[in-house]
């Protein structure tokens, strides 16, 4: 099986044409191969499918197996790699992925794709959408104790669900060991992503993330923006907001009178080779 590997801020999936490769259980596959020591190495796998809907179809699979929704950093890694690679010559493509059909714009240098921009609609604010058990319709810095510390939780599903808590320093957290007891809390009955930020100014913070099934990521696309989502809710920055991650920085849109995310960043193609699957 041919594959490339590819990365967004740092957030690396293995990537695989499903035009020209049949995977009966890409779970399976995901899990083999997203091994560091005994696979390829990478946060996950996404599969490149066709799509009645949409120009291309997103499958995203986390290191553990389990399907996501939606990977910002990986649908822009999708437009280059279909770009790239000559599956399209527009250079304003379709995605559909199980979180809806999203529009992304490349821009493109040389003939290959270096950034994109992509419309990640509407975030979902109420309780039992993201999910997230809550007597409130919505949960807005609502406090939530794990391992003894109260964290004030802003919750926002762009796509997969997502637990804002904004902390004074994100170098110092034990994310390793917190990380975890938020992603298995019992008021999320799916599980969730959790964004710890550092509001630096108003247009710019700092993000570690701990997402279910992959553990702490160098970046998570989706979780960029509930942050900023949650920043804006809780005043703490204007709509325009630079994310910087452990593996590099996001540009993020939230548009209240569209109700509607943009996410502008990199893709990049780290190397190709075969898999004995």
Same mark, same amino acid.
């Given at each position: 099986?041919?594959?490339?590997?590819?990365?967004?801020?740092?957030?690396?999936?293995?990537?695989?044409?499903?035009?020209?490769?049949?995977?009966?259980?890409?779970?399976?596959?995901?899990?083999?191969?997203?091994?560091?020591?005994?696979?390829?190495?990478?946060?996950?796998?996404?599969?490149?499918?066709?799509?009645?809907?949409?120009?291309?179809?997103?499958?995203?699979?986390?290191?553990?197996?389990?399907?996501?929704?939606?990977?910002?950093? /990986?649908?822009?890694?999708?437009?280059? *790699? !279909?770009? %790239?690679?000559?599956?399209? @010559?527009? $250079?304003? =493509?379709?995605?559909?992925?199980?979180?809806?059909?999203?529009?992304?714009?490349?821009?493109?240098?040389?003939?290959?794709?270096?950034?994109?921009?992509?419309?990640?609609?509407?975030?979902?604010?109420?309780?039992?959408?993201?999910?997230?058990?809550?007597?409130?319709?919505?949960?807005?810095?609502?406090?939530?104790?794990?391992?003894?510390?109260?964290?004030?939780?802003?919750?926002?599903?762009? /796509?997969?669900?997502?637990?804002?808590? *904004? !902390?004074? %320093?994100?170098?110092?957290? @034990?994310? $390793?060991? =917190?990380?975890?007891?938020?992603?298995?809390?019992?008021?999320?009955?799916?599980?969730?992503?959790?964004?710890?930020?550092?509001?630096?100014?108003?247009?710019?913070?700092?993000?570690?993330?701990?997402?279910?099934?992959?553990?702490?990521?160098?970046?998570?696309?989706?979780?960029?923006?509930?942050?900023?989502?949650?920043?804006?809710?809780?005043?703490?920055?204007?709509?325009?907001?630079?994310?910087?991650?452990?593996?590099?920085?996001? *540009?993020?849109?939230?548009?209240?009178?569209?109700?509607?995310?943009?996410?502008?960043?990199?893709?990049?193609?780290?190397?190709?080779?075969?898999?004995?699957?």
């Amino acid at each position: 099986m041919k594959f490339t590997k590819m990365e967004g801020c740092g957030n690396d999936y293995v990537y695989v044409d499903g035009f020209a490769n049949k995977i009966d259980d890409p779970n399976a596959l995901a899990e083999k191969i997203s091994d560091r020591h005994f696979g390829v190495g990478s946060d996950g796998l996404i599969m490149i499918n066709p799509s009645d809907v949409a120009d291309f179809k997103m499958s995203m699979y986390n290191a553990d197996g389990s399907e996501g929704k939606m990977c910002g950093n /990986g649908i822009r890694c999708v437009a280059k *790699f !279909v770009y %790239d690679y000559g599956m399209t @010559e527009k $250079e304003e =493509i379709t995605v559909e992925t199980l979180s809806g059909i999203k529009t992304l714009q490349l821009s493109v240098e040389d003939g290959a794709v270096k950034s994109v921009r992509v419309n990640m609609g509407t975030p979902e604010l109420v309780a039992k959408n993201v999910p997230v058990v809550s007597e409130k319709e919505q949960v807005i810095n609502e406090p939530l104790t794990v391992d003894g510390k109260t964290y004030g939780i802003t919750c926002v599903s762009m /796509g997969n669900p997502h637990a804002v808590t *904004f !902390v004074e %320093d994100t170098d110092g957290l @034990e994310i $390793e060991k =917190i990380g975890p007891m938020f992603e298995t809390n019992e008021i999320f009955p799916d599980r969730v992503n959790t964004e710890f930020i550092q509001v630096l100014d108003r247009n710019t913070v700092k993000m570690r993330v701990w997402e279910r099934g992959s553990g702490e990521t160098f970046a998570c696309g989706t979780g960029a923006c509930a942050s900023v989502v949650a920043a804006v809710l809780n005043g703490k920055t204007e709509n325009k907001v630079t994310v910087k991650l452990l593996g590099g920085d996001l *540009f993020i849109e939230y548009n209240e009178e569209e109700n509607t995310v943009y996410m502008t960043g990199p893709a990049r193609i780290v190397f190709t080779g075969e898999y004995d699957w």
